[in-house]
Protein backbone atom coordinates (compact mmCIF):
# COMPACT_ATOMS: atom_id res chain seq x y z
CA UNK A 1 0.00 0.00 0.00
CA UNK A 2 1.44 3.87 -1.07
CA UNK A 3 1.48 5.90 1.69
CA UNK A 4 -0.50 8.95 1.47
CA UNK A 5 1.98 11.69 0.64
CA UNK A 6 3.54 9.49 -2.09
CA UNK A 7 -0.29 9.29 -3.78
CA UNK A 8 -0.80 13.16 -3.63
CA UNK A 9 3.16 13.31 -4.81
CA UNK A 10 1.33 11.06 -7.90
CA UNK A 11 -1.61 12.50 -8.60
CA UNK A 12 0.66 16.35 -8.51
CA UNK A 13 3.20 14.52 -11.18
CA UNK A 14 0.52 13.61 -13.56
CA UNK A 15 -1.35 17.12 -13.05
CA UNK A 16 1.70 18.64 -14.44
CA UNK A 17 2.35 16.25 -16.61
CA UNK A 18 -1.85 16.71 -18.47
CA UNK A 19 -1.27 20.73 -18.65
CA UNK A 20 2.54 21.13 -19.68
CA UNK A 21 1.26 19.81 -23.17
CA UNK A 22 -1.51 22.31 -23.41
CA UNK A 23 0.88 24.99 -22.28
CA UNK A 24 3.10 24.28 -24.64
CA UNK A 25 1.40 23.89 -27.59
CA UNK A 26 0.14 27.55 -27.22
CA UNK A 27 3.76 29.04 -26.62
CA UNK A 28 4.12 29.23 -30.46
CA UNK A 29 1.34 30.08 -32.37
CA UNK A 30 0.82 29.93 -35.80
CA UNK A 31 -1.37 32.56 -36.43
CA UNK A 32 0.42 35.57 -38.59
CA UNK A 33 2.86 38.05 -36.10
CA UNK A 34 2.70 41.67 -37.21
CA UNK A 35 6.09 43.18 -37.56
CA UNK A 36 7.21 45.24 -34.82
CA UNK A 37 9.24 48.14 -35.33
CA UNK A 38 12.81 48.20 -33.76
CA UNK A 39 12.94 50.96 -31.83
CA UNK A 40 16.32 51.66 -30.40
CA UNK A 41 16.92 54.88 -27.55
CA UNK A 42 19.94 56.18 -26.23
CA UNK A 43 21.43 59.81 -26.61
CA UNK A 44 21.01 61.56 -29.57
CA UNK A 45 24.41 61.70 -31.65
CA UNK A 46 26.99 64.35 -31.04
CA UNK A 47 25.80 65.71 -34.63
CA UNK A 48 22.44 66.23 -33.82
CA UNK A 49 19.28 64.28 -34.00
CA UNK A 50 18.62 62.61 -37.18
CA UNK A 51 15.00 62.03 -38.62
CA UNK A 52 15.53 58.35 -38.20
CA UNK A 53 16.40 58.76 -34.24
CA UNK A 54 13.35 61.44 -34.10
CA UNK A 55 11.31 58.36 -34.86
CA UNK A 56 12.66 55.66 -32.99
CA UNK A 57 12.28 58.19 -30.21
CA UNK A 58 8.80 58.91 -30.86
CA UNK A 59 8.05 55.04 -31.19
CA UNK A 60 9.34 54.74 -27.49
CA UNK A 61 7.45 57.43 -26.14
CA UNK A 62 3.72 58.10 -28.25
CA UNK A 63 1.12 56.47 -25.96
CA UNK A 64 -1.15 55.90 -29.31
CA UNK A 65 1.27 54.07 -30.38
CA UNK A 66 1.80 52.16 -27.21
CA UNK A 67 -2.14 51.61 -27.43
CA UNK A 68 -1.96 49.85 -30.70
CA UNK A 69 0.77 47.84 -29.64
CA UNK A 70 -0.62 46.72 -26.37
CA UNK A 71 -3.64 45.66 -28.36
CA UNK A 72 -1.86 43.78 -31.32
CA UNK A 73 -0.08 41.91 -28.02
CA UNK A 74 -3.60 41.42 -26.61
CA UNK A 75 -5.10 39.95 -29.74
CA UNK A 76 -2.51 37.73 -30.30
CA UNK A 77 -3.35 36.19 -26.86
CA UNK A 78 -6.89 36.09 -27.65
CA UNK A 79 -6.24 33.92 -30.32
CA UNK A 80 -3.38 31.98 -27.96
CA UNK A 81 -6.24 31.33 -25.39
CA UNK A 82 -8.80 30.45 -28.48
CA UNK A 83 -6.98 28.25 -29.48
CA UNK A 84 -6.32 26.36 -26.10
CA UNK A 85 -10.24 25.94 -26.24
CA UNK A 86 -10.07 23.31 -29.43
CA UNK A 87 -7.59 21.23 -27.23
CA UNK A 88 -8.48 19.42 -24.13
CA UNK A 89 -7.71 20.34 -20.63
CA UNK A 90 -6.71 19.04 -17.59
CA UNK A 91 -7.70 20.30 -13.91
CA UNK A 92 -7.05 18.28 -10.71
CA UNK A 93 -9.15 18.73 -7.13
CA UNK A 94 -8.95 17.30 -3.70
CA UNK A 95 -12.06 17.14 -1.12
CA UNK A 96 -12.44 15.95 1.72
CA UNK A 97 -16.35 15.48 3.21
CA UNK A 98 -17.65 14.72 6.26
CA UNK A 99 -21.57 13.24 6.61
CA UNK A 100 -23.20 13.12 10.12
CA UNK A 101 -23.78 9.15 10.58
CA UNK A 102 -26.89 7.23 10.99
CA UNK A 103 -26.22 5.68 14.10
CA UNK A 104 -27.22 2.64 12.53
CA UNK A 105 -25.79 -0.41 14.02
CA UNK A 106 -24.78 -2.98 11.22
CA UNK A 107 -23.33 -6.23 13.02
CA UNK A 108 -22.91 -8.03 9.93
CA UNK A 109 -20.54 -5.01 8.59
CA UNK A 110 -16.58 -5.39 8.40
CA UNK A 111 -15.08 -3.95 12.11
CA UNK A 112 -15.22 0.15 11.68
CA UNK A 113 -17.97 0.15 8.86
CA UNK A 114 -20.54 -0.33 11.43
CA UNK A 115 -21.76 3.16 11.00
CA UNK A 116 -23.43 3.82 7.68
CA UNK A 117 -23.68 8.38 6.59
CA UNK A 118 -27.03 10.06 7.35
CA UNK A 119 -27.27 11.28 3.99
CA UNK A 120 -27.86 8.74 0.99
CA UNK A 121 -26.14 10.32 -1.87
CA UNK A 122 -22.36 10.49 0.45
CA UNK A 123 -20.53 7.55 0.13
CA UNK A 124 -19.10 7.02 3.53
CA UNK A 125 -19.01 9.25 6.11
CA UNK A 126 -15.34 10.40 5.40
CA UNK A 127 -14.59 10.50 1.94
CA UNK A 128 -11.92 11.73 0.19
CA UNK A 129 -11.44 12.93 -3.63
CA UNK A 130 -8.46 13.08 -5.05
CA UNK A 131 -8.77 13.07 -8.88
CA UNK A 132 -7.71 14.37 -12.51
CA UNK A 133 -10.17 15.61 -14.82
CA UNK A 134 -9.39 15.97 -18.82
CA UNK A 135 -11.99 17.18 -20.31
CA UNK A 136 -12.27 18.07 -24.20
CA UNK A 137 -15.34 19.86 -26.18
CA UNK A 138 -15.73 18.80 -29.98
CA UNK A 139 -17.35 22.32 -31.03
CA UNK A 140 -17.02 23.69 -34.84
CA UNK A 141 -18.33 27.05 -32.91
CA UNK A 142 -14.83 26.66 -31.12
CA UNK A 143 -13.54 26.23 -34.12
CA UNK A 144 -14.87 29.15 -36.07
CA UNK A 145 -14.03 31.30 -33.28
CA UNK A 146 -10.39 30.82 -33.73
CA UNK A 147 -10.54 31.18 -37.24
CA UNK A 148 -11.66 34.54 -35.94
CA UNK A 149 -9.25 34.73 -33.44
CA UNK A 150 -6.28 34.54 -35.86
CA UNK A 151 -7.97 36.90 -38.26
CA UNK A 152 -8.46 39.76 -35.88
CA UNK A 153 -4.68 38.93 -34.38
CA UNK A 154 -3.98 40.00 -38.15
CA UNK A 155 -6.20 42.86 -38.10
CA UNK A 156 -4.19 44.74 -35.18
CA UNK A 157 -1.25 43.79 -36.06
CA UNK A 158 -1.88 45.82 -39.63
CA UNK A 159 -3.32 48.77 -36.77
CA UNK A 160 -0.19 48.40 -35.67
CA UNK A 161 1.84 49.00 -38.60
CA UNK A 162 -0.83 51.73 -39.53
CA UNK A 163 -0.09 53.60 -36.15
CA UNK A 164 3.62 53.02 -36.73
CA UNK A 165 2.96 55.50 -39.74
CA UNK A 166 0.49 57.37 -39.23
CA UNK A 167 3.45 58.60 -36.18
CA UNK A 168 5.79 58.76 -38.67
CA UNK A 169 4.05 61.57 -40.38
CA UNK A 170 3.59 63.30 -37.65
CA UNK A 171 7.39 63.56 -36.76
CA UNK A 172 8.28 64.09 -40.49
CA UNK A 173 6.42 66.88 -40.56
CA UNK A 174 6.83 67.95 -36.69
CA UNK A 175 10.96 67.66 -38.24
CA UNK A 176 11.46 69.63 -40.90
CA UNK A 177 8.97 72.18 -39.67
CA UNK A 178 11.39 72.85 -37.08
CA UNK A 179 14.16 72.98 -39.82
CA UNK A 180 11.83 75.15 -42.15
CA UNK A 181 11.05 77.54 -39.24
CA UNK A 182 14.40 77.79 -38.17
CA UNK A 183 15.14 78.79 -41.78
CA UNK A 184 12.58 81.24 -41.64
CA UNK A 185 13.19 82.94 -38.38
CA UNK A 186 17.48 83.40 -40.25
CA UNK A 187 15.40 84.65 -43.28
CA UNK A 188 13.86 87.33 -41.03
CA UNK A 189 17.14 88.17 -39.03
CA UNK A 190 18.78 88.98 -42.54
CA UNK A 191 15.82 90.71 -43.81
CA UNK A 192 16.00 92.36 -40.05
CA UNK A 193 19.55 93.54 -41.02
CA UNK A 194 18.93 94.49 -44.27
CA UNK A 195 16.11 96.59 -43.06
CA UNK A 196 18.57 98.53 -40.55
CA UNK A 197 20.99 99.14 -42.99
CA UNK A 198 19.05 100.61 -45.24
CA UNK A 199 17.89 102.50 -42.52
CA UNK A 200 21.55 103.80 -41.28
CA UNK A 201 21.70 104.51 -45.19
CA UNK A 202 18.82 107.19 -45.56
CA UNK A 203 19.43 108.83 -42.15
CA UNK A 204 23.23 109.18 -43.61
CA UNK A 205 21.74 110.57 -46.93
CA UNK A 206 19.40 112.93 -45.17
CA UNK A 207 21.90 114.53 -42.54
CA UNK A 208 24.12 115.05 -46.11
CA UNK A 209 20.89 116.80 -47.68
CA UNK A 210 20.67 114.35 -50.38
CA UNK A 211 17.40 112.56 -49.78
CA UNK A 212 14.37 113.68 -48.37
CA UNK A 213 13.15 113.31 -44.74
CA UNK A 214 10.67 111.03 -46.59
CA UNK A 215 12.63 107.98 -47.41
CA UNK A 216 14.24 107.76 -43.88
CA UNK A 217 10.51 107.27 -42.58
CA UNK A 218 9.71 105.00 -45.23
CA UNK A 219 12.69 102.82 -44.15
CA UNK A 220 12.02 103.39 -40.76
CA UNK A 221 8.41 101.85 -40.95
CA UNK A 222 9.50 99.43 -43.02
CA UNK A 223 12.46 98.50 -40.42
CA UNK A 224 9.43 98.26 -38.01
CA UNK A 225 7.70 95.92 -39.77
CA UNK A 226 10.76 93.48 -39.99
CA UNK A 227 11.21 93.21 -36.47
CA UNK A 228 7.49 92.18 -35.96
CA UNK A 229 8.05 89.43 -38.74
CA UNK A 230 11.06 88.36 -36.75
CA UNK A 231 9.39 87.75 -33.93
CA UNK A 232 6.40 86.40 -35.38
CA UNK A 233 9.52 84.33 -37.55
CA UNK A 234 11.09 83.30 -34.10
CA UNK A 235 8.18 82.67 -31.88
CA UNK A 236 6.84 80.07 -34.74
CA UNK A 237 9.99 78.28 -34.42
CA UNK A 238 10.01 77.93 -30.67
CA UNK A 239 7.01 76.60 -30.83
CA UNK A 240 8.01 74.47 -33.94
CA UNK A 241 10.77 72.75 -31.27
CA UNK A 242 8.23 72.57 -28.50
CA UNK A 243 5.68 70.32 -30.69
CA UNK A 244 8.54 68.15 -31.63
CA UNK A 245 10.28 67.93 -28.28
CA UNK A 246 6.77 66.84 -27.06
CA UNK A 247 7.42 63.39 -29.54
CA UNK A 248 10.64 63.14 -28.46
CA UNK A 249 11.48 64.09 -24.57
CA UNK A 250 9.73 63.40 -20.90
CA UNK A 251 10.28 67.19 -20.95
CA UNK A 252 9.70 69.19 -24.46
CA UNK A 253 12.00 71.72 -23.16
CA UNK A 254 14.52 69.97 -23.16
CA UNK A 255 17.08 71.69 -26.28
CA UNK A 256 18.29 69.83 -28.85
CA UNK A 257 19.76 70.37 -32.10
CA UNK A 258 18.81 68.71 -35.07
CA UNK A 259 21.06 66.99 -37.83
CA UNK A 260 22.39 68.72 -40.90
CA UNK A 261 20.37 66.51 -43.56
CA UNK A 262 21.38 68.48 -46.87
CA UNK A 263 22.35 65.22 -49.28
CA UNK A 264 20.53 65.14 -51.91
CA UNK A 265 17.75 63.34 -52.41
CA UNK A 266 16.99 60.50 -54.68
CA UNK A 267 14.80 60.86 -57.97
CA UNK A 268 11.94 59.79 -57.43
CA UNK A 269 10.97 56.01 -59.03
CA UNK A 270 8.54 55.33 -61.37
CA UNK A 271 4.85 55.29 -60.58
CA UNK A 272 4.26 51.66 -61.51
CA UNK A 273 7.01 50.36 -58.94
CA UNK A 274 5.61 52.88 -56.21
CA UNK A 275 2.15 51.39 -56.88
CA UNK A 276 3.15 48.15 -56.61
CA UNK A 277 4.99 49.03 -53.38
CA UNK A 278 1.96 50.78 -51.90
CA UNK A 279 -0.47 48.08 -52.52
CA UNK A 280 1.97 45.51 -50.86
CA UNK A 281 3.08 46.78 -47.83
CA UNK A 282 -0.39 49.03 -47.06
CA UNK A 283 -1.38 48.36 -43.58
CA UNK A 284 -4.74 49.88 -44.13
CA UNK A 285 -5.83 47.17 -46.59
CA UNK A 286 -4.52 44.37 -44.61
CA UNK A 287 -6.28 45.39 -42.12
CA UNK A 288 -9.61 45.82 -44.20
CA UNK A 289 -8.83 42.64 -45.64
CA UNK A 290 -8.28 41.26 -41.93
CA UNK A 291 -11.48 42.38 -40.66
CA UNK A 292 -13.66 40.73 -43.38
CA UNK A 293 -12.08 37.53 -43.13
CA UNK A 294 -13.09 37.74 -39.11
CA UNK A 295 -16.66 39.04 -40.22
CA UNK A 296 -16.95 35.86 -42.33
CA UNK A 297 -15.61 33.63 -39.38
CA UNK A 298 -17.97 35.28 -37.22
CA UNK A 299 -21.18 34.19 -39.60
CA UNK A 300 -19.60 30.57 -39.39
CA UNK A 301 -19.48 30.54 -36.27
CA UNK A 302 -23.26 31.94 -35.32
CA UNK A 303 -24.19 28.97 -38.00
CA UNK A 304 -22.54 26.15 -36.11
CA UNK A 305 -25.10 27.13 -32.86
CA UNK A 306 -27.33 24.72 -35.24
CA UNK A 307 -24.40 21.93 -35.22
CA UNK A 308 -24.25 19.59 -32.20
CA UNK A 309 -21.45 19.60 -28.95
CA UNK A 310 -19.55 16.87 -28.64
CA UNK A 311 -17.92 16.62 -25.13
CA UNK A 312 -15.58 13.75 -23.43
CA UNK A 313 -14.56 13.11 -20.04
CA UNK A 314 -12.25 11.65 -18.54
CA UNK A 315 -11.38 10.61 -14.35
CA UNK A 316 -9.02 9.35 -12.86
CA UNK A 317 -8.02 9.05 -9.13
CA UNK A 318 -8.95 8.14 -5.82
CA UNK A 319 -13.00 8.37 -4.42
CA UNK A 320 -13.13 6.71 -1.31
CA UNK A 321 -13.20 6.99 2.45
CA UNK A 322 -9.37 6.77 2.51
CA UNK A 323 -6.60 8.39 0.95
CA UNK A 324 -4.84 4.65 -0.42
CA UNK A 325 -4.78 3.17 -3.51
CA UNK A 326 -5.66 -0.18 -1.91
CA UNK A 327 -8.36 0.12 0.78
CA UNK A 328 -10.01 -2.36 3.33
CA UNK A 329 -10.21 -6.01 2.76
CA UNK A 330 -7.98 -5.26 -0.23
CA UNK A 331 -10.64 -3.16 -2.32
CA UNK A 332 -8.82 -1.07 -5.20
CA UNK A 333 -9.92 2.49 -4.45
CA UNK A 334 -8.05 4.26 -7.33
CA UNK A 335 -9.84 4.00 -10.52
CA UNK A 336 -11.41 6.27 -13.55
CA UNK A 337 -14.50 6.94 -15.58
CA UNK A 338 -14.64 8.21 -18.83
CA UNK A 339 -17.93 9.95 -20.17
CA UNK A 340 -19.83 11.32 -23.86
CA UNK A 341 -21.57 13.74 -24.21
CA UNK A 342 -23.54 15.42 -26.96
CA UNK A 343 -25.67 18.41 -26.82
CA UNK A 344 -28.32 18.65 -29.74
CA UNK A 345 -29.82 22.66 -29.99
CA UNK A 346 -33.64 22.23 -30.34
CA UNK A 347 -35.15 25.85 -29.48
CA UNK A 348 -33.68 29.06 -28.55
CA UNK A 349 -36.14 31.55 -29.35
CA UNK A 350 -34.35 31.91 -32.63
CA UNK A 351 -31.52 33.66 -30.66
CA UNK A 352 -29.04 31.65 -33.16
CA UNK A 353 -30.77 32.99 -36.57
CA UNK A 354 -30.88 36.11 -34.47
CA UNK A 355 -26.86 36.06 -34.10
CA UNK A 356 -26.40 34.83 -37.62
CA UNK A 357 -28.19 37.91 -39.33
CA UNK A 358 -25.91 40.28 -36.97
CA UNK A 359 -23.09 39.06 -38.05
CA UNK A 360 -23.92 38.75 -41.55
CA UNK A 361 -24.50 42.79 -41.42
CA UNK A 362 -21.22 42.44 -40.03
CA UNK A 363 -19.69 41.19 -43.32
CA UNK A 364 -21.44 43.50 -45.63
CA UNK A 365 -20.01 46.39 -43.43
CA UNK A 366 -16.90 45.11 -43.51
CA UNK A 367 -16.62 44.29 -47.08
CA UNK A 368 -18.06 48.06 -47.58
CA UNK A 369 -15.32 49.37 -45.26
CA UNK A 370 -12.96 47.12 -47.55
CA UNK A 371 -13.97 48.59 -50.64
CA UNK A 372 -13.58 51.96 -49.54
CA UNK A 373 -10.05 51.38 -48.10
CA UNK A 374 -8.85 50.35 -51.72
CA UNK A 375 -10.62 53.59 -53.18
CA UNK A 376 -8.52 55.45 -50.49
CA UNK A 377 -5.49 53.70 -51.72
CA UNK A 378 -5.56 54.52 -55.30
CA UNK A 379 -6.45 58.11 -54.16
CA UNK A 380 -3.81 58.47 -51.64
CA UNK A 381 -1.26 56.95 -53.97
CA UNK A 382 -2.26 59.52 -57.16
CA UNK A 383 -2.53 62.45 -54.87
CA UNK A 384 0.80 61.58 -52.92
CA UNK A 385 3.16 61.17 -55.83
CA UNK A 386 2.18 64.14 -57.86
CA UNK A 387 2.27 66.01 -54.62
CA UNK A 388 5.86 64.78 -54.43
CA UNK A 389 6.63 65.23 -58.46
CA UNK A 390 5.59 68.70 -58.13
CA UNK A 391 6.60 70.15 -55.06
CA UNK A 392 10.41 68.69 -56.35
CA UNK A 393 9.68 70.43 -59.57
CA UNK A 394 9.18 73.99 -57.78
CA UNK A 395 11.93 73.75 -55.04
CA UNK A 396 14.25 74.51 -58.37
CA UNK A 397 11.84 77.10 -59.11
CA UNK A 398 11.77 78.86 -55.49
CA UNK A 399 15.58 78.87 -55.54
CA UNK A 400 16.04 80.79 -58.83
CA UNK A 401 13.21 83.13 -57.79
CA UNK A 402 15.16 83.40 -54.37
CA UNK A 403 18.53 83.92 -56.28
CA UNK A 404 17.03 86.76 -58.71
CA UNK A 405 15.36 88.82 -55.77
CA UNK A 406 18.86 88.76 -53.77
CA UNK A 407 20.27 90.12 -56.90
CA UNK A 408 17.25 92.83 -57.52
CA UNK A 409 18.20 93.94 -53.92
CA UNK A 410 21.61 94.33 -54.65
CA UNK A 411 21.22 95.99 -57.73
CA UNK A 412 18.60 98.38 -56.03
CA UNK A 413 20.27 99.37 -53.46
CA UNK A 414 23.15 100.89 -55.74
CA UNK A 415 20.93 102.35 -57.79
CA UNK A 416 19.68 103.82 -54.83
CA UNK A 417 22.81 104.61 -53.56
CA UNK A 418 23.46 106.50 -56.58
CA UNK A 419 20.01 108.65 -56.89
CA UNK A 420 18.45 106.98 -59.45
CA UNK A 421 16.24 104.83 -57.38
CA UNK A 422 13.17 105.34 -54.70
CA UNK A 423 13.33 104.17 -51.24
CA UNK A 424 9.91 102.86 -51.98
CA UNK A 425 11.75 100.41 -54.46
CA UNK A 426 14.09 99.43 -52.12
CA UNK A 427 11.82 98.57 -49.61
CA UNK A 428 10.06 96.28 -52.46
CA UNK A 429 12.80 94.77 -53.03
CA UNK A 430 13.46 93.90 -49.35
CA UNK A 431 10.05 92.59 -49.28
CA UNK A 432 10.52 90.57 -52.24
CA UNK A 433 13.64 89.03 -51.35
CA UNK A 434 12.74 88.25 -47.61
CA UNK A 435 8.99 86.64 -49.70
CA UNK A 436 11.29 84.38 -51.59
CA UNK A 437 13.58 83.33 -49.25
CA UNK A 438 10.17 82.49 -46.88
CA UNK A 439 9.00 80.75 -49.92
CA UNK A 440 12.06 78.36 -50.44
CA UNK A 441 11.94 77.40 -47.31
CA UNK A 442 8.04 76.38 -46.92
CA UNK A 443 8.97 74.60 -50.38
CA UNK A 444 11.58 72.41 -49.38
CA UNK A 445 9.07 71.47 -46.44
CA UNK A 446 6.17 70.51 -48.68
CA UNK A 447 9.21 68.53 -50.77
CA UNK A 448 9.91 66.71 -47.94
CA UNK A 449 7.13 65.95 -46.17
CA UNK A 450 5.72 65.18 -49.47
CA UNK A 451 8.39 62.51 -50.40
CA UNK A 452 8.17 61.31 -46.69
CA UNK A 453 4.55 60.89 -47.41
CA UNK A 454 4.86 58.78 -50.40
CA UNK A 455 7.99 56.34 -48.65
CA UNK A 456 5.76 56.18 -45.35
CA UNK A 457 2.72 54.94 -48.04
CA UNK A 458 5.29 52.50 -49.54
CA UNK A 459 6.74 51.18 -46.03
CA UNK A 460 10.20 52.22 -46.98
CA UNK A 461 9.99 55.02 -43.84
Avoid at 89 to 107: D, H, I
Avoid at 134 to 160: F, K, P, W
Avoid at 242 to 262: I, N
Avoid at 342 to 351: N, R, T
Wanted: one cysteine or more; charged letters at 20%.
Amino acid sequence: MFSRLSIWAALGALFLAATAAPLCASADGPWPQAPQPEVQGGAAPDSGITLRHAIAAALANDPAFASASAASGSARLDAAMSRGELLPNATANGVYTYTTPSRFLNKDAPPGLEELPAFVANDSIHEYWAQILVNQTISVTNLENYRRSRALATQAGADLESARRDLVARVVTAYFSVVSTAKKADVAKQALDESKSFVDLTQKLETGREVAHADFVKAELAFQQRQRDFADATLAAEKARLELGVLLFADPRTPYTLADEKQPQAPLPDESTVQAAASHNNPDLRSALAALHAGHDAVEAARAGYIPTIGLNYTWGINAPEIAVNGRDEVRNLGYSASVSIDFPVWDWFATHDRVRQSELREKAAQAALTTTQRRLVAQLDEYYAEARVAGDQVTSLRASAETARESLRLTRLRYSAGEALALEVVDAETSLAQAEAALADGILRSRVARANLQTLTGVL
